[in-house]
């Protein structure tokens, strides 16, 4: 089963475990999940514990016992935050500094007109990044990242599948995670790695599923890393109030974006495609719009303009909305901590 995490909300999750558990059952029949997630290694930094309410290897903070054995008897079991959490208590003045590595919340983030807001209320904001983005601009400290062609280490594919990564080019600066072992050695961490094969060592000893990861398994072709047990939680369903013709609203996210990778003098340029909005047929005919109409989709206190496209990409009341460029500012759309954003559709 393929899904879409970003799709995962209410009792969603729990909707595709029953089917899961219902199709295990069925004989002589293999059956996985597999997340489209749309950011390289997306699974892996999930698998590290990157998800406010577990360790890494999916270890929940009520394993207290499991935690402290494998990470000492300091280590933290508070939830921690998301980082739209993190953007909300910016914004309110409870959180104090951040660090941004490698992402542009202000372009990136839903209400990403009020993220840059939230951040600029920071005392202190450090953004680890290999481009000025928007972002960055904002920062007071900037540390150089040296990109992906210089990373080595691991990556876990969306079918947990974890291959190794050898650096391609070589530069006299840092390497990424030497400055964040800095930066965490400066903030009370005892030990630092020597280098990146001792983080993939104390990956293999500590997270489940990754025990059979060493770098000579990995060096050919990677490995699996085994299943890690998960949990059902509780889960709640806001779908932020329909509002006249509202429609519901999914970003979608496309090859070729005009973005801080890829910019007009780019060779690929040529690629870039128009801003489009899809809608179903029934759709259309309601709103009395045709293909090739230019109409402004409305949500959460801003518009972006599209052209209408009529297919099939979208069930009735539902709208797709690709995004193709961050000036034309599609996150502004989305409404941040509600599982569902609507919109509505004008000409």
Request: with cysteine.
């Amino acid at each position: 089963m393929i899904y879409n995490p970003a799709a995962l909300t209410g009792s969603a999750i729990h909707t595709l475990k029953q089917c899961l558990a219902m199709a295990d059952g069925l004989a002589e029949t293999t059956v996985g999940a597999i997340p489209a997630a749309p950011v390289t290694n997306a699974v892996g930094a999930m698998d590290m514990g990157i998800l406010p309410d577990c360790y890494p290897g999916g270890v929940t903070l009520s394993d207290g016992d499991v935690i402290k054995a494998k990470w000492g008897d300091t280590a933290p079991l508070e939830k921690g935050l998301s980082a739209l959490e993190m953007i909300e208590k910016a914004n309110s003045g409870e959180l104090k500094a951040l660090v941004v590595y490698r992402s542009n919340p202000v372009v990136d983030f839903p209400g990403g007109h009020g993220v840059g807001e939230a951040l600029k209320k920071l005392d202190l904001l450090v953004v680890h990044d290999m481009m000025e983005t928007e972002t960055a601009k904002l920062a007071q400290i900037v540390l150089p990242s040296n990109g992906p062609g210089f990373d080595e280490g691991t990556t876990t594919n969306i079918g947990g599948r974890v291959q190794l990564r050898t650096k391609g080019l070589t530069t006299d600066n840092p390497a990424d995670w030497k400055i964040v072992a800095m930066i965490a050695k400066e903030l009370g961490q005892e030990t630092a790695p020597k280098d990146v094969h001792a983080v993939t060592a104390e990956i293999a000893e500590k997270v489940s599923g990754y025990q059979e990861i060493k770098r000579s398994a990995i060096r050919k072709e990677g490995k699996s890393r085994e299943v890690v047990p998960s949990t059902n939680g509780a889960s709640t369903f806001d779908d932020g109030g329909v509002v006249g013709n509202g429609k519901i609203l999914r970003v979608a996210n496309v090859l070729f974006s005009h973005d801080k990778i890829l910019d007009a003098e780019s060779n690929l340029a040529h690629q870039f495609q128009p801003s489009t909005v899809h809608l179903h047929a029934s759709d259309a005919n309601e709103l009395g719009v045709q293909e090739g109409d230019e109409v402004h989709v409305a949500g959460n206190g801003h518009e972006v303009k599209a052209e209408v496209r009529v297919s099939n990409r979208c069930n009735p009341g539902g709208v797709v909305l690709p995004k193709v460029s961050d000036e034309q500012g599609v996150m502004s759309l989305v409404e941040a901590g509600k599982a569902v954003s609507w919109v509505t559709i004008k000409k």
